[in-house]
């Protein structure tokens, strides 16, 4: 089955830099790369999502980029503020056929003002 | 719009008991997920209900774990003979027929087992 790898599991920046996390899938049938964000005591959020027909999706401050070839996509936040600060998963699945979502670990984001 | 809403928020129960967690799902969404969220730990798929198809029960841990979807809406999560591993955020999401991979989470019921 599916196996997605996430890091770091911390990372820790100044307020106004960016952050980048990264994730490693191992299923080269999934095709859909959703990143949620999980502030402490709620449920987790959806902040991005991203097909595997296309390589990039720019949101405002968040990106995400695709690589199929590697089966990597990573989440990039730029000018970053402390409400930044959360847990973010990145997931897995297909588009067609079994919808379930295979989560990473986890990367926890601590802006520093 | 009103999102996933799941009840209750927080269960404290013994050793042995059972206990049964609710979800709402958004209004329309015609799939239903379960998952389960270990302390620091990442997400864990249960369960899966699309429409009138029958559920994709694969990631269920154990018989003592069962869930039914009524008339396609609200959904039970049922945990019999509970063990103090059962402790978790049980989290379940909803998605439209259209777009089942996009799937919107609840807040979670958190479960503590003593």
């Known amino acids: 089955g599916e196996n997605v790898e996430q890091h770091p599991s911390t990372l820790s920046v100044q307020e106004g830099d960016s952050a980048v996390i990264k994730c490693t899938y191992s299923?080269?049938?999934?095709?859909?790369f959703p990143w949620y964000k999980q502030e402490l005591g709620k449920g987790p959020q959806l902040i991005i999502d991203?097909?595997?027909?296309?390589g990039e999706k720019k949101d405002q401050r968040i990106a995400v980029t695709l690589n199929k070839t590697a089966k990597h996509f990573s989440l990039h936040i730029t000018e970053t503020q402390p409400e930044d600060s959360a847990v973010y998963f990145c997931a897995a699945s297909k588009v067609v056929g079994a919808q379930k979502l295979v989560f990473g670990q986890g990367t926890r984001l601590t802006i520093n003002p | 719009g009103a999102g996933v809403s799941q009840s209750p928020s927080n269960k404290v129960t013994e050793k042995g008991k059972d206990v049964e967690l609710r979800c709402d799902p958004i209004?329309?969404?015609?799939?239903l997920y379960w998952y389960r969220q270990s302390l620091g730990q990442g997400l864990e798929f249960l369960i899966y209900f699309q429409g009138n198809s029958a559920p994709d029960k694969s990631g269920l841990p154990s018989d003592r774990f069962s869930a039914e979807r009524t008339g396609g809406s609200v959904s039970t999560l049922t945990i019999q003979r509970t063990q103090q591993e059962d402790s978790a955020v049980y989290l379940c999401?909803?998605?439209?027929?259209?777009?089942?991979?996009?799937?919107?989470f609840g807040p979670g019921t958190r479960l503590l087992v003593l």
């Open positions: 299923d080269s049938a999934s095709n859909y």
């Open positions: 999401a909803s998605s439209h027929r259209l777009a089942t991979e996009t799937q919107y």
């Open positions: 209004s329309g969404h015609t799939a």
């Open positions: 991203i097909r595997s027909n296309v």
